[in-house]
Structures are given as structure tokens and as C-alpha cells.
């Protein structure tokens, strides 16, 4: 059974720094490409990031380039998601996710298992 499990959310300050980790169990990942999304209160489920199987691709919505990184560690099964300079608008629950082979990098729907999401609160 799949299972991804984010962890490393909490609150910051403005302009602070976290690090999300999304670990992968239950079959090797290093094949999937994977991606970070991000559900604030009373908003659609929206797209953070992605990263291809190998890592040489990754993809970053406008509103978090030059600012988020995403990364992998296939031999540790795990996903990560370097967030710098953050913003009060970027207060949500991060979720990491498996794309669905052949499908896009930006849709929700395009990706398959998902974990149970870390919060992320930015306090002004």
C-alpha cells in the first residue's frame, strides 16, 4: 500500500525559512515523478512544485519561484521542498503527491496518491 507522509510544517515568521520532507513507502518512487501542492482556507487545492523521476526536471508555480525549491533523494525515497522568504499568503496545508504516468505536472487531478498534508502557518 502506498503511503506518503509530509512532515516539517509549523509557524514562521515572515521572511523565515522551512523545509518540507515527504517520505515515500509501501514501493520505490524513483521512477514517479512527484509534486507539492498547497490548500489554503476556502481555496482550491493548487499547484507548488514539481520534480520529474530523475530530478533533472522541476517545475515551480510564479508565485513561489526564486523562492520554494523542490528536490529528491531517491535512495531515501523522500521529496523535499526548501521554502524561503515566505509570506502570510503562503499560509496553507502543503500536500505531496505521485503524478500519474504521462500526465501533466500542474493538475491535482493528474496525480494519484497523496499524503495527509503538513500545515504551514506565516504570521505577518
Known amino acids: 500500500q502506498v503511503q506518503l507522509v509530509e512532515s516539517g510544517g509549523g509557524l514562521v515568521q515572515a521572511g523565515g525559512s522551512l523545509r518540507l520532507s515527504c517520505a515515500a513507502s509501501?514501493?520505490?518512487?524513483?521512477?514517479?515523478?512527484m509534486g507539492w501542492f498547497r490548500q489554503a482556507p476556502g481555496k482550491e487545492r493548487e499547484f507548488v512544485a514539481a520534480i520529474s523521476w530523475s530530478g533533472r526536471n522541476t517545475y515551480h508555480a510564479d508565485s513561489v519561484k526564486g523562492r520554494f525549491t523542490i528536490s529528491r533523494d531517491n535512495a531515501k525515497n523522500t521529496v523535499y521542498l526548501q521554502m524561503n522568504s515566505l509570506k502570510p499568503e503562503d499560509t496553507a496545508i502543503y500536500y505531496c503527491?505521485?503524478?500519474?504516468?504521462?500526465?501533466?505536472?500542474?493538475?491535482?487531478?493528474?496525480?494519484?496518491?497523496w499524503g495527509q498534508g503538513t500545515q504551514v502557518t506565516v504570521s505577518s
Open positions: 509501501g514501493r520505490t518512487f524513483s521512477r514517479d515523478a
Open positions: 503527491a505521485v503524478r500519474n504516468s504521462g500526465a501533466s505536472y500542474y493538475t491535482p487531478g493528474d496525480f494519484g496518491s
